[in-house]
């Protein structure tokens, strides 16, 4: 799909405190990346570590948490990844999903679309 940057603002978990970044969107990345510094700047706490697969198949460990990003005036509270310090700020699917945005590469930008449902029939 291909990555684009897009500018998005870290928040500390209350929603209160924003950091302005620019970050690279990424669809074929799970989770949200965040520089370690920012992250503790901002207060925000690691609430365990989890596994990942790197694009060379290694597979690493990470400092995981969540707090507030912002984009397009817009907060939400996401899952963010504790990155190594000059890590690059990456806005991945969990993220978009939680915002209801998508990808559009050939404009390199987040388009809203809907929500996805499955409800079950209560009707026999």
Not at 49 to 67: C, N, S
Not at 99 to 121: I, Q
């Amino acid at each position: 799909m291909g990555t684009f940057k897009v500018a998005i603002q870290i928040g500390d978990p209350q929603g209160q405190r924003y950091e302005s970044v620019e970050a690279l969107g990424d669809t074929g990345a799970s989770d949200t990346v965040v520089p370690r510094l920012i992250l503790e700047r901002l207060g925000v706490p690691a609430q365990g570590r989890w596994p990942f697969t790197l694009a060379d198949e290694r597979v690493v460990e990470h400092d995981i948490g969540q707090t507030a990003i912002r984009i397009n005036g817009t907060s939400r509270i996401v899952p963010v990844v504790f990155g190594e310090s000059d890590t690059t700020v990456l806005l991945g699917a969990s993220s978009l999903e939680v915002f209801h945005l998508a990808a559009d590469p050939v404009h390199k930008r987040l388009v809203a679309v809907t929500g996805l449902l499955m409800l079950a029939n209560s009707r026999s």
